[in-house]
């Protein structure tokens, strides 16, 4: 087994703390922190804003992500300063989980961080509250707790640091960690290195981290049963989708930030991606078994491929953001692969001319991805900014309409924005209009105030008891009409 030297090791985790103020200074520099909230944020960020009102929490969220938002919510900080905080805590997150990698790969830890932080999802992903980034790091840190104890020896620490990745993934996104947890103990199993330790700390970890989401949801449906059956209702989830989800991320490889039925050219820049990581990662694999390491290889490559397979096979939701997990884990023997590349220019070749020519092409054309990925995320960035502060215009002027009386919105589109910019509970319009003089009097009786804020091109005929108070402008012939009662 051939690992990296200690000389290597120091230099690639130096290398990668490097990696991490880039990806810092990066977001900073690249993109808002006064971008609004978006859908799923808003959704996360009203459960713990002082003052503000919940919005509906469906049963396959978990509150994980919220915890994050706490210690800058409840000292009066600002979206734009949790953006700060959220860019500074994912660079710091993703610098720790990457140097776990070094003593493994040595080097090919600095490509792995460096192609994962480089991709635009990560980028735009890094200042959102989100949870999927998160899961991302944490698996690469969990796994590399994995590789490094099949490659070197078992720590003392190693099952508790396992364990306790595995609670903290688990409450943020659950079926993430189960789907995670499962490939830490059946491949150790399938390796024959597996250790009752080992799983029983993992095991203990998954229970834990889904605890939370278990006591709340039997609270809420009297059982955890009922609530997998209204949470299969709401998503997405459950169907086998393949080929056509396949296709779809394909396309979303260059934004937007979610997907839709329709089926979308696939850019060349995001076919050249796939490819391009699909040889890095056969590289990677082929060295790693050059090095006799490569079982500490294969475990975040199978977890990589069961995470990506959770979310291509069997949803029909798509988010780029979903892949971020498989994204990082996939990283990693690219990012062997990548070395390697590099390496062998250097060895195989005997001018010193053309060692310095093929390395300088290959630093080009990581330069030039990283510049394109940036360019992407920049433009998916603004894209989402002008569709969000659309909403967040009509919230705003709901919240000036409320003067502070206790509301309730129901939207056209974007609710959970224009509820949370407003202030004020809020729910998808859905049959509203055809029950709004029950629906609102029920609500006035008990002092709510209703508003209804429908996006179109022309105002509808006020429902019956309402009166058209404002009229905001949307995207491009789009405006808000906002209703209430008179």
């Not at 990581?366 to 940036?374: C, D, F, G, N, S």
């Amino acid at each position: 087994m051939r690992l990296p030297p200690d000389s290597e090791i120091a230099v690639a985790r130096r290398l990668i703390v490097v990696i991490g103020l880039a990806f810092l200074i990066t977001q900073l520099l690249a993109f808002s922190l006064d971008r609004p909230a978006g859908w799923d944020e808003a959704v996360y960020l009203s459960q713990v804003t002082p003052d503000g009102a919940p919005l509906p929490f469906t049963p396959y969220r978990a509150r994980g992500i919220t915890f994050l938002a706490i210690p800058v919510l409840q000292l009066g900080g600002s979206l734009a300063q949790l953006r700060l905080f959220l860019a500074v805590a994912s660079a710091a997150a993703l610098t720790a989980s990457f140097r776990m990698w070094a003593p493994v790969i040595g080097f090919g830890a600095v490509a792995t961080a460096l192609l994962f932080a480089g991709a635009w999802p990560t980028l735009f992903y890094g200042s959102e509250l989100m949870p999927n980034l998160w899961v991302a790091l944490i698996a690469g840190a969990a796994t590399a707790v994995l590789a490094r104890r099949i490659a070197v020896r078992a720590g003392r620490s190693d099952e508790l640091v396992a364990g306790g990745l595995v609670a903290v993934a688990a409450l943020i996104r659950p079926l993430d960690a189960v789907v995670l947890t499962a490939a830490l103990v059946l491949l150790p199993i399938a390796m024959r290195r597996a250790t009752l330790s080992w799983t029983v700390h993992l095991v203990l970890g998954l229970v834990a981290g889904w605890a939370p989401w278990l006591v709340e949801m039997t609270a809420r449906f009297g059982s955890p049963g009922e609530a997998f059956a209204a949470a299969a209702r709401m998503s997405p989830a459950g169907r086998w989708s393949l080929f056509g989800n396949a296709r779809q991320y394909l396309a979303l490889s260059d934004g937007p930030t979610i997907g839709s039925t329709v089926a979308h050219d696939i850019p060349v820049t995001g076919l050249l991606w796939f490819i391009g990581m699909a040889i890095l990662v056969v590289l990677g694999v082929r060295a790693a078994a050059r090095r006799s390491v490569l079982p500490s290889l294969v475990v975040p490559t199978a977890a990589g491929i069961a995470l990506a397979a959770e979310y291509i096979v069997f949803t029909d939701a798509r988010a780029p953001r979903f892949l971020l997990p498989a994204l990082a884990l996939i990283a990693v023997p690219a990012g062997l692969g990548l070395v390697t590349i590099v390496a062998g220019i250097g060895t195989r070749v005997g001018s010193d001319p053309v060692r310095f020519a093929g390395r300088a092409v290959a630093s080009i054309l990581v330069i030039v991805w990283a510049i394109a990925q940036l360019g992407i995320a920049a433009g998916v960035e603004a894209d989402a900014a002008d569709q969000r502060a659309s909403a967040q215009r009509a919230g705003l002027e709901v919240r000036g309409l409320s003067a502070g009386e206790p509301c309730h919105v129901y939207s056209e589109g974007s609710f959970p924005i224009v509820g949370f910019a407003a202030g004020c509970r809020a729910a998808p319009l859905g049959k509203v209009l055809a029950v709004w003089k029950d629906r609102a009097g029920r609500l006035e009786r008990d002092g709510v105030r209703i508003f209804l804020v429908l996006r179109r091109t022309e105002a509808l005929p006020p429902p019956e008891g309402a009166a058209l108070l404002a009229e905001v402008p949307a995207q491009g012939d789009l405006r808000w009409f906002v209703y209430s009662g008179v």
